[in-house]
């Protein structure tokens, strides 16, 4: 795509002030602004029209459906329910907001939403795929109010065996809205603030549950790859004052497998029917990125093993945990795996370990996931299913390049935000030191990466050492005779000496380095 491609040898520059950042960077790679106005008259019509008719629907409003999402969320497109058969066998409930029956094909929301294809998740606003009459409206599942869903019914053994799997039109009335940090709370102790004894209950089992699943997953073969979610934090003015390591925890990790059950449900149950879909395509990394991996792992003392089978690599991804460097080692083994993406002629998720995968769980945000509610409702209802496998091709394409590009901003927007913050700390001649981590060596120079603020740059080997500093091609380490070397792998404290936007790059040099040179 010719707005990513540009990226590689240019990128957004920073708005005139920190507030006008996001701007700039939606202007960079050509995001929508505010919906047309057909768009909105449009929302406000069917927000009240298509509710007060709903069709023929089965009635949860008794049942006992919740959601889970961060403190700070504002649309919910999803929640969940948990039934025990006379056998004890579980029945997971997952209950996705029917945004198919607001947003027709061909109306003026659908070709709206199908240009956004995704919405945008910036540090300071959201570019949603849908007006907020529909995702912060009618199809959120806020506690406490009708809302109509599409629910997807799986029945598991106790060991995490899928049974059966239904489906249905659905309208619900969810009895709570739950933070991760009151589910936390509950599965690690069992008790939260203004959860009752009846929700804790539900609240473990279904932990229970997807533990199992989990663990199901990676005996299978799943890559088990945590890397932490970070979120920056903004002061009043658009400025970088702080950044929040989010980790995957169990009620994190509950949402997921529950989301991933539903998800592999709808794919398996279309596919096997022989109707194509959009389905989520991930596959095995390519032998070359393989081998730079053996490589540079071969440097920091780790050997990889059989790659080729999955639960060889699972077991690896386990042990390799209580690595010191594994924050390093988890980044070089992402950076070796193929993106996933969305595809019309194939199946099957390498990192999921699944054969039938695809999205489902958030029509609001995602055009994949409506086009499949569409699908999974025409077969439900007896009616052609299918779609032409041409325009299955196009959806495919343009669903993948719209999710790069938002991708693509996201990530721009948060490096111009780490990299104002550095430049401040340049231009009030404060210095901070940082703890780093090598993880690249060139003749060069050596690349380090900064956990603290997640950053990465080059540490020049003019600043290494006031001798001649060589490069050995054997190792991928860099010597100065007589004095040290520096290798992937090696920690070492350092300070930003140079910012540069233009080029997207940024230059340290070690702390004991720069103390010598006054």
């Known amino acids: 795509m010719r707005g990513i491609e540009d990226n590689k040898i240019m990128f957004p520059r920073p708005g005139r002030t920190p507030r006008e950042d996001t701007q700039a960077v939606m202007k960079f790679y050509k995001l929508p602004g505010n919906f047309p106005k057909e768009v909105l008259d449009e929302a406000r019509r069917v927000s009240v029209e298509k509710f007060k008719d709903p069709g023929p629907r089965l009635d949860l409003r008794k049942k006992f459906i919740f959601t889970c999402d961060p403190a700070t969320a504002k649309d919910f497109d999803d929640a969940l329910s948990l039934d025990v058969d006379r056998r004890g066998n579980y029945i997971l409930g997952v209950h996705i907001a029917d945004v198919s029956h607001f947003v027709k094909p061909g109306g003026a929301i659908d070709r709206e939403a199908y240009k956004r294809s995704t919405s945008v998740y910036f540090c300071d606003r959201v570019v949603p795929m849908l007006p907020e009459e529909l995702s912060n409206g009618v199809c959120s599942l806020v506690p406490n109010e009708d809302r109509l869903a599409f629910s997807v019914f799986i029945t598991f053994s106790r060991d995490g065996e899928m049974i059966e799997r239904s ?30 004894s009846r929700a804790v209950k539900t609240l473990q089992k279904i932990n229970t549950l997807a533990q199992t699943l989990r663990a199901k997953r990676f005996a299978s073969g799943a890559l088990d790859l945590e890397v932490p979610e970070i979120e920056i934090v903004l002061d009043d003015f658009g400025e970088m004052n702080g950044l929040v390591l989010r980790s995957s925890d169990e009620s994190h990790q509950m949402i997921e497998e529950c989301m ?30 393989i081998l730079l991996l053996r490589s540079e792992l071969r440097s920091l003392g780790v050997k990889l093993g059989n790659i080729e089978n999955s639960k060889v690599f699972t077991q690896f991804l386990r042990k390799i945990k209580s690595h010191p460097l594994y924050s390093v080692i988890s980044v070089m083994i992402l950076r070796s795996m193929k993106r996933a993406l969305y595809d019309s002629s194939s199946i099957g998720h390498y990192g999921l370990a699944k054969k039938y995968y695809a999205h489902f769980t958030s029509p609001i945000r995602r055009y994949p996931d409506l086009t499949l ?25 343009h669903a993948s390049e719209a999710e790069e590009r938002a991708a693509e901003a996201e990530r721009a927007l948060t490096e111009i935000k780490k990299y ?14 940082y703890d780093a981590v090598i993880v690249k060596c060139m003749p060069y120079g050596c ?14 080997v003019s600043v290494l050492s006031r001798r001649f500093v060589k490069f050995n091609a054997h190792d991928s380490s860099l010597s100065a005779p007589g004095e040290r070397s520096w290798k992937i792998g090696d920690k070492l404290k350092v300070k930003v000496v140079n910012v540069d936007f233009r080029q997207r790059r940024i230059d340290f040099m070690p702390v004991i380095m720069s103390k010598r040179r006054r």
Not at 177 to 182: D, F, H, K, N, S
């Open 167 to 196: 489906f249905a039109k659905s309208i619900i009335r969810s009895k709570a809205r739950y933070t991760y940090e009151q589910v936390m709370n509950v599965i690690a102790g069992g008790k939260s603030a203004g959860i009752d």
């Open 260 to 289: 991933v059950a539903a998800n592999e449900a709808v794919a398996k149950e279309l596919w096997t029917r022989g109707i194509k879909i959009l389905s989520r395509l991930h596959e095995k990394p390519e032998d070359e990125k």
């Open 373 to 397: 509610h569409r699908q999974l409702a025409s077969f439900i209802s007896g009616a052609n299913a299918k779609v032409p496998p041409a325009k299955l091709s196009r959806w495919a394409k």
């Open 420 to 433: 104002r913050l550095l430049e401040s700390e340049l231009a009030g001649r404060v210095t901070v030191e």
């Open 447 to 460: 690349f380090v990466d900064i956990p603290s603020i997640a950053v990465s740059g080059l540490v020049h």
